[in-house]
């Protein structure tokens, strides 16, 4: 069964870190692009970032960049979220998810499946 | 604002059918068939039913159907049942500067 469980998450104080993991089982966790895709309490799903296969490329929402960096450890089949300078707008359920490309050149196709989420809470 | 334009909710009665818009420009939904669906109940993650615009995946029922025309893609579900009953995003591969935009969902409602 392919599974994505998150962990990590917690309260923290604005400026903080926070380190998110994703815990990959399943499926051959090198072959695949993968993302964090968050959403604040009430609001809708926003991607935040992507990372290639081998982590030689990466993306990020304009309103992350700078502070968070996505990694992976494909020996440990498994995907990180590095979390600097939090600020309350970060606050949310940040899922991990494994991204489908299926048109050469493009960077994204669809995200399946999604793991249960981790809730982060920036508040003093 | 969301990237992608989608109405706030919509409603329908059991066995009915209603469909859910989104909006994007031609820099998104319109330069790629790469418009996918997903649904979400309260609480849960979401799910993916339609990708490439009109494909389901293994195990999500033929109720749910895509397409696209233009700058707008659409969901259509039909036979509504009430375990239909979820909020429904909309997602689109829209380019290298900011690969993925989502639209602002839509709260389905089965009367």
Known sequence: EVQLVESGGGLVQPGGSLRLSCAASGFTFSSYWMSWVR??????????????????????????????????????????LQMNSLRAEDTAVYYCARVSIAVAGTLFGWFDPWGQGTLVTVSS | ??????????????????????????SDVGSYNLVSWYQQHPGKAPKLMIYEGSKRPSGVSNRFSG?????????????????????????????????????????????
């Not at chain 1, 081998?54 to 990694?71: A, C, M």
């Not at chain 2, 696209?68 to 997602?91: F, H, P, R, V, W």
């Open chain 1, 39 to 80: 959403q604040a309490p009430g609001k809708g799903l926003e991607w935040v970032a992507n990372i290639k296969q081998d982590g030689s490329e990466k993306y990020y929402v304009d309103s992350v960049k700078g502070r968070f960096t996505i990694s992976r450890d494909n020996a440990k089949n498994s995907l990180y």
């Open chain 2, 1 to 26: 604002q969301s990237a992608l334009t989608q109405p706030a909710s919509v409603s329908g009665s059991p066995g009915q059918s209603i469909t859910i818009s989104c909006t994007g420009t031609s």
């Open chain 2, 67 to 111: 397409s696209k025309s233009g700058n707008t893609a659409s969901l259509t579900i039909s036979g509504l049942q009430a375990e239909d009953e979820a909020d429904y995003y909309c997602c689109s591969y829209a380019g290298s500067s900011t690969p993925v935009v989502f639209g602002g969902g839509t709260k389905l409602t089965v009367l």
